[in-house]
C-alpha cells in the first residue's frame, strides 16, 4: 500500500479501496475495448481481493488470540466441580470472570478448591452480596451485640443465605435502628422480601 494508504485508519481502509474499485468499474464501461476494460480494471480488482482478505486475516487472528469465551469457562468451572452447575459466565471489562449457577448446585460452590483448579492458583472466588436496609429494628437486638452472633442467628431462623450482618450504635433514648442485612443469593434476598426476617 502507497505512503497515504499507511496514513488511513485500518477500519476505513476496506471503504476506500472499495470506492477505488467502483470508480475504477465505472470508468472502464465507457471504453470500448474487452481487452482494455481488463487491463484497467483486472489490477484494481485484485488489489481490493487481496485487501480484503488480509482483512480477514486479521480478523481471524485477532479472534483466535482473544481469551476463551465463555462455553469454555462454563466447562472449566463444571469439570472442576464436577457437576453441571455453571449456567453462565462473562469475562468482564476489568477482566474478571462472573460465572452464575443454578440454586441447587449450592454446596459444590461453597468450597474454594474449585476456582483454582478451573482458573489457576491466582484465582480468588468473591460472591456477589445483596444488601437490605431494615429500618425499625428493635434496639434490644441491635445493641451491643456481635454482628456476627446475629448475622448466624438470622441465618440459623431464616434460612441459608444471610452473609453479613451491620448495625448502627443506636441512640440512648432509641427503641429502634437501622439495620444492614447482606445476602448472597437471589432465592435468599426474594425470600426475605417475600417473608420477612423472624
Known sequence: MDAQGENIPSRERPSNVMKNVYDTFAECLGVASPDAVWATFYPVLREGYEHAREMGRRVERKRQSLP??????????????????????????????????????RPHVEADGWVKAAFGP??????????????????????????????KRMSASNGPGIAKVTTRKPRASAKFAPIVIAVDGIEAANKLCRDGIN
Open 68 to 105: 476463551t469465551g465463555e462455553q469454555s469457562t462454563m466447562e472449566d468451572a463444571n469439570g472442576a466441580i464436577k457437576a453441571l452447575a455453571a449456567v453462565a459466565a462473562r469475562h468482564l471489562r476489568s477482566g474478571d470472570t462472573v460465572v452464575t449457577f443454578k440454586e441447587p448446585a
Open 122 to 151: 491466582e484465582a480468588t472466588r468473591s460472591r456477589r452480596l445483596f444488601s437490605f436496609i431494615i429500618k425499625s429494628f428493635p434496639v434490644r437486638l441491635s445493641g451491643k451485640q456481635d454482628a456476627t452472633g446475629i448475622a
